[in-house]
């Protein structure tokens, strides 16, 4: 992720005093992007599909969004 955009830094908040405008769609598009590519990859993933190997993962993906 982009380190210098402090909507894609790693934080429990963001620094709001440090987010400009000009951060906002970058942000997006970059975390909707992960969370695209990791949802395609529990999708392909091999063997059952229940509860605690598809639902959570995926909740916990949600979370960021």
Known sequence: MD???PLL??????EFGAIRP???VPAIDA???????????LAAAPGPRDFATTML???ALEERL
Do not use: K, M, W
């Not at 830094?9 to 963001?14: S, Y």
């Not at 975390?31 to 990859?41: E, G, H, K, P």
């Open 22 to 24: 000009e951060h906002v």
């Open 31 to 41: 975390i909707l992007a992960d969370y695209t590519a990791r949802i395609d990859t």
């Open 9 to 14: 830094r790693d934080h429990t908040l963001p």
């Open 57 to 59: 993962p995926q909740e």
């Open 3 to 5: 380190e210098t955009n």
